[in-house]
């Protein structure tokens, strides 16, 4: 049986010999091979017609670009000028483009896209350049535009015309993504799982974005459209007390969140600041889980890993955290999706238009903003406007362009991760007019992956998902005039600055946009090595403080620091923007202290929550968890909640928060087909990381039979 089905016998009676098998199958396969031909030719003549056509035009419009000599020229003349210009442009974009883009493969991908429109109209200048009939002429800044209209018009036809054609559809995409065809996936038959994780998008804020028509992709799954059957359900998770991509991330992927107290942390055995997103951390992170699971990861069977913190055992990565800080080698294929992408002159036209249009939109936003004097607001000047545009259209367009590549491939799983709406929520707050605008173009991207996954020679379960929620509030600084290193600092009875440093914020962004840059990891002197050892050092991620006594080689109990610092956990405890503190008893092993002199051993939370009852269930046994990690802060700080509103003061600079406890940070969301079963048994809670790695482990499993983890030695191995 060939994909073409079994061939027709000849007639038993009189007439025409039976035609032999192969010679059949021979003569059906070289008709479909010359219509191909001839549908490939009719496309290409069709481009090149419009892009005729368009060049006539700008040549009308647009006084500086003429198609005729000074004395002039006729009708004809003029159009078989614009005819070879535009196929010489054609073939130049075609040929000389991806080499271009390869060599510019040595420069930072973000000034990559500032030369697009530079390169592009020098296209355009040699095509007229090398135009046979001798006529043509335009200047430079007018070729810019001329060249730009050109590779978007041409784009746009050629998209029109393959999507008729399933088999052009096909093959536009993966030139588009730059996936070699294989010769065929092991299991055309078997589904494959493709995971989009939408970053910081809570449970409660995607209900909220279907119910208001924001999203309709997601609507139409979960039929909240008239007259439409679902194809997925939703279910809601809860997050560790680090709700944070750094320890979701490497819990779903690699199936350990084991040691991850906060996004960042200092070691004291090491001396340093762990940081989630530096790629030296989440290398030594995405390291030490598979120490600990004796796993490769989710992805260590056929799988891919794009625009994450850590590659999940993935034999294909791009746009990898954990990958950015090695050599360029076989495994260290950071940069090749960038490439992919900006390969087609008209992608790289049209995202470098979207990233200057998102810098418009981010700086009218942020000074209508500051004009209304909305409350709460953080800075949003200096090179933000530059990050969120990176976040909101460069990796995402790449990263869904990397994703289609890999249906089309036929790929057993994908895992990939978009940044944009985590970005925007810090700044602008997760239930804004910004953040709602970049849900809905996540929906489209949505779309635009179910559109390929139905182009696939296999048949693709999409499932979508997110680390964390983000919940609103001002910041600790804004509500108290001074910040939580402050606050430590008087403590201790240390001297406080008059004017405190602002923590980074949009970390994740930022991070892909060094990555990008190539550009050596961030070195700050008070993250890496404190000034002096016997000044604590406080850490913050989002609503949760860390700190650290440096010079002190053990983690300190409360007598310890109350011998030290009679003062310090006092102060911190009664502070109003204080929910409650973890520390180390001698005599109970672990204590939490609030307001009044509070102090619940860890074992009595269940009888007694005290303060935690602010935080909803479950927060308890988060607490308890992070207390057994080896490098749990001396004093864990978890800001004041409010229930009524779900708002938390966060310790950075941001308005749309995780990492604590408290509100909406701890609620992610797993949408999944109701072709897989459901993710827990009897409606059971879905809690923590580890558990959705689990699930999809499960949905792999029931779709391909056992999968074969993959440790790291074996993988190295296995890539040499």
Avoid at 120 to 132: D, F, H, M, Q, V
Avoid at 432 to 446: F, G, N, P
Wanted: proline share 7%; glycine share 10%; net charge positive.
């Amino acid at each position: 049986m060939t994909r073409w089905g079994k061939p027709r016998p000849g007639r038993a009676g009189g007439g025409a010999p039976a035609t032999p098998a192969g010679e059949g199958r021979d003569v059906r396969c070289a008709g479909v091979r010359w219509r191909r031909i001839a549908g490939q030719t009719g496309r290409s003549v069709t481009v090149w017609a419009v892009s005729t056509l368009t060049m006539l035009l700008l040549a009308g419009l647009l006084p500086d670009f003429r198609l005729q000599s000074p004395t002039g020229d006729s009708a004809t003349r003029i159009a078989v000028t614009a005819a070879c210009g535009a196929g010489a442009f054609g073939l130049l974009s075609a040929v000389v483009w991806p080499l271009l883009v390869r060599l510019l493969l040595l420069v930072p991908a973000l000034v990559l896209g500032l030369l697009v429109f530079f390169l592009n109209g020098s296209l355009l200048l040699l095509a007229l350049r090398l135009n046979p009939s001798g006529r043509g002429d335009v200047a430079p800044e007018t070729a810019v535009i001329v060249a730009a209209v050109m590779s978007a018009v041409a784009s746009a036809t050629g998209a029109a015309l393959a999507v008729r054609d399933d088999d052009a559809y096909r093959r536009r995409l993966l030139r588009l993504a730059d996936r070699r065809r294989r010769a065929g996936p092991p299991c055309p038959d078997t589904p494959g799982l493709v995971c989009i994780q939408l970053d910081g998008v809570g449970h409660d804020v995607l209900t909220d974005a279907v119910a208001q028509g924001l999203m309709p992709t997601v609507a139409r799954w979960l039929s909240t459209v008239d007259g439409m059957q679902p194809t997925h359900r939703l279910t809601p998770w809860r997050t560790d007390w680090s709700s944070q991509t750094g320890a979701s991330q490497l819990g779903i992927l690699h199936g350990s969140t084991f040691d991850v107290p906060a996004f960042r942390w200092y070691e004291k055995d090491r001396g340093e600041v762990m940081v989630c997103n530096r790629p030296t951390s989440a290398a030594e992170l995405q390291r030490r889980a598979i120490s600990h699971t004796a796993d490769g990861g989710l992805l260590t069977v056929d799988g891919a890993s794009r625009g994450n913190l850590f590659g999940g055992g993935a034999a294909e990565q791009a746009l990898v955290l954990s990958i950015a800080a090695r050599r360029r080698g076989r495994e260290n294929r950071s940069r090749a999706g960038y490439f992919a992408y900006f390969a087609d002159p008209a992608n790289a036209v049209r995202t470098a238009l979207s990233f200057l249009a998102e810098v418009g939109r981010e700086i009218g936003q942020s000074t209508r903003a500051r004009f209304r004097r909305q409350r709460p607001r953080v800075g949003r000047g200096g090179l933000y406007p530059l990050v969120r545009a990176f976040a909101t259209v460069v990796e995402r367009d790449v990263v869904v362009a990397a994703v289609m590549g890999d249906l089309l491939a036929g790929r057993t799983v994908v895992y990939a991760d978009l940044v944009a709406y985590d970005e925007v929520a810090h700044h602008s707050g997760p239930h804004s007019r910004d953040a709602a605008k970049v849900l809905q173009r996540l929906d489209r991207s949505l779309a635009l992956v179910e559109k390929a996954a139905e182009h696939a020679r296999r048949p693709y379960r999409i499932v979508v998902l997110s680390d964390h929620g983000q919940s609103p509030g001002e910041t600790f600084r804004s509500r108290y005039g001074l910040t939580l290193t402050d606050l430590v600092r008087a403590g201790c009875g240390l001297p406080v600055p008059r004017r405190a440093e602002r923590t980074r914020s949009g970390a994740e962004a930022r991070a892909a946009v060094r990555a990008a840059l190539r550009r050596p990891e961030e070195e700050r002197h008070d993250e890496h090595r404190p000034g002096r050892d016997s000044e604590p050092v406080v850490l913050a991620s989002g609503n949760l403080g860390l700190v650290s006594f440096p010079d002190v080689p053990h983690r300190m109990t409360k007598e310890e620091i109350d011998a030290r610092h009679p003062a310090l956990l006092p102060t911190l405890a009664n502070h109003p923007g204080i929910g409650f503190l973890l520390v180390r008893s001698e005599r109970h092993g672990g204590v939490l202290l609030g307001p009044f002199g509070t102090e619940i051993p860890l074992a009595d939370l269940d009888e007694e929550p005290g303060p935690l009852a602010r935080f909803g269930p479950g927060a308890a046994d988060a607490v308890r968890r992070t207390h057994t990690f080896p490098h749990t802060a001396d004093i864990m700080v978890n800001s004041a909640h409010d229930p009524a509103d779900g708002e938390v003061l966060a310790f950075e600079e941001q308005i749309g928060s995780h990492g604590g406890l408290g509100g909406a940070q701890s609620r992610p969301f797993l949408l999944s087909p109701l072709t897989l079963t459901a993710p827990t048994a009897d409606g059971a809670e879905l809690v923590g990381a580890e558990d959705v790695h689990h699930v999809l482990r499960r949905w792999l499993h029931e779709a391909h039979g056992p999968q074969v983890p993959l440790t790291e030695p074996a993988r190295e191995e296995r890539a040499a």
